[in-house]
C-alpha cells in the first residue's frame, strides 16, 4: 500500500494531517495522533505491523489494537482512493 500517487499531505499548525487527491471524494482531516500512524507507516514503507510495534513501544500499549486501528484507518483511506494498492488486512 502507499498513498495515491496524486496525494498532497499537509500538516497543519494544529498538529492534524490534511489529505487530498483529486480521486477521493474530498479532503480528509486526521488528529494528531492520525498524523504520527501516517508518518510512522511512511518511515517503515506502509508495513502496518512494523508500525503498529513501533507506536506500541512509544504509547505504551499493545501492539495488536494499534494494529486493529491501523488497519480500519487504512482500509477507509483506501475505499475513499487516498492510499493505493494491495491493502495489508490485519485481521
Same mark, same amino acid.
Given at each position: @500500500?502507499?498513498?495515491? #500517487?496524486? $496525494?498532497?499531505?499537509?500538516?497543519?499548525?494544529?498538529?492534524? $494531517?490534511? $489529505?487530498?487527491?483529486? /480521486?477521493?471524494?474530498?479532503?480528509? /482531516?486526521?488528529?494528531?495522533?492520525? !498524523? %504520527? @500512524? +501516517? $508518518? #510512522?507507516? &511512511?518511515?517503515?514503507? +506502509?508495513?502496518? &505491523?512494523?508500525?503498529?510495534?513501533?507506536?506500541?513501544?512509544?504509547?505504551?500499549?499493545? %501492539?495488536?489494537?494499534?494494529?486493529?486501528?491501523?488497519? @480500519? +484507518? @487504512?482500509?477507509?483511506?483506501?475505499?475513499?482512493? %487516498? %492510499? !493505493?494498492?494491495? #491493502?495489508? /488486512?490485519?485481521?
Amino acid at each position: @500500500m502507499r498513498a495515491a #500517487v496524486d $496525494l498532497k499531505a499537509t500538516i497543519l499548525p494544529d498538529g492534524c $494531517l490534511q $489529505l487530498y487527491s483529486p /480521486r477521493a471524494k474530498g479532503w480528509y /482531516r486526521c488528529d494528531p495522533i492520525g !498524523t %504520527v @500512524m +501516517w $508518518l #510512522v507507516l &511512511q518511515r517503515y514503507d +506502509w508495513d502496518p &505491523q512494523a508500525a503498529a510495534e513501533e507506536l506500541a513501544t512509544h504509547w505504551h500499549t499493545d %501492539v495488536n489494537e494499534i494494529l486493529a486501528d491501523i488497519d @480500519m +484507518w @487504512m482500509h477507509i483511506f483506501h475505499i475513499a482512493g %487516498v %492510499v !493505493t494498492g494491495p #491493502v495489508n /488486512r490485519a485481521n
